[in-house]
Nanobody, 115 residues
Framework: QVRLVQSGGGLVQPGGSLRLSCAAS????????MDWNLQAPGKQRELVAR???????NYTDSVKGRFTISRDNARNMVYLQMNNLKPEDTGVYYC?????????WGQGTQVTVSS
């Protein structure tokens, strides 16, 4: 059974930092591409960052230079370090993975950037 359990998030002022964590189980973690996605208020869920099995990363343009995705294959963990946060980064963040043709999501973590 694939399970993604998220932690982190919360309320932060503009310019602040947060780190999101996602613990994966039920998959051979080291072979899977993992991703973080944002569902902003009133908008569809969108990809923010992706990390492949070799550590190669991709980011949506709006977070380049501010967010860093990383993984720890020994602990089956994926992280999203978010720096210089902006109000438009507000929303629910989900980690995700594809396995055997199915998409699995974490439970979601609220991030609110506001003064």
């Amino acid at each position: 059974q694939v399970r993604l359990v998220q932690s982190g998030g919360g309320l932060v002022q503009p310019g602040g930092s947060l780190r999101l964590s996602c613990a994966a189980s039920g998959i051979t973690f080291k072979i899977h591409t993992m991703d973080w996605n944002l569902q902003a208020p009133g908008k569809q869920r969108e990809l923010v960052a992706r990390i492949d099995s070799r550590g190669g990363t991709n980011y949506t343009d709006s977070v380049k230079g501010r967010f860093t995705i990383s993984r720890d294959n020994a602990r089956n963990m994926v992280y999203l370090q978010m720096n210089n946060l902006k109000p438009e980064d507000t929303g629910v963040y989900y980690c995700g993975v594809d396995r055997a043709g199915r998409r699995f999501w974490g439970q979601g973590t609220q991030v609110t950037v506001s003064s």
